[in-house]
């Protein structure tokens, strides 16, 4: 089993800063990719941003340049920082990743957190 946990949602103005974070916990030898992905109401779930365990990073047009993705390999845990946010960046994040466990390899997601963009 292992679970992932997101936290650092909330209400933001438009052209603030939140910043998410997503643990992941468990029995599992080592996670490569680890991302997040979001779902705005009457949409489907799109890619944000994702990270390999050396480092590699990509991310969605819409959010290149004011996101920035990372990860701690020792804590098992992933960060998004979010700046310059905007109304269409509401949703729920979903943190995702994809261990590699003693049955295999896993695709494992978060129970997501939602982020509002609202004055």
């Known amino acids: 089993q292992v679970q992932l946990v997101e936290s650092g949602g909330g209400l933001v103005q438009p052209g603030g800063s939140l910043r998410l974070s997503c643990s992941a916990s468990?029995?599992?030898?080592?996670?490569?990719?680890m991302g997040w992905y979001r779902q705005a109401p009457g949409k489907q779930r799109e890619l944000v941003a994702t990270?390999?365990?050396?480092?590699?990073?990509k991310y969605a047009d819409s959010v290149k340049g004011r996101f920035t993705i990372s990860r701690d390999n020792a804590k098992n845990t992933v960060y998004l920082q979010m700046n310059s946010l905007k109304y269409e960046d509401t949703a729920v994040y979903y943190c995702?990743?994809?261990?590699?466990?003693?049955?295999?390899?896993?695709?494992?997601w978060g129970q997501g957190t939602l982020v509002t963009v609202s004055s």
């Open positions: 995702n990743a994809d261990p590699f466990a003693p049955d295999g390899y896993l695709e494992v």
């Open positions: 990270i390999t365990s050396g480092g590699t990073t």
């Open positions: 468990g029995t599992f030898f080592m996670i490569n990719a």
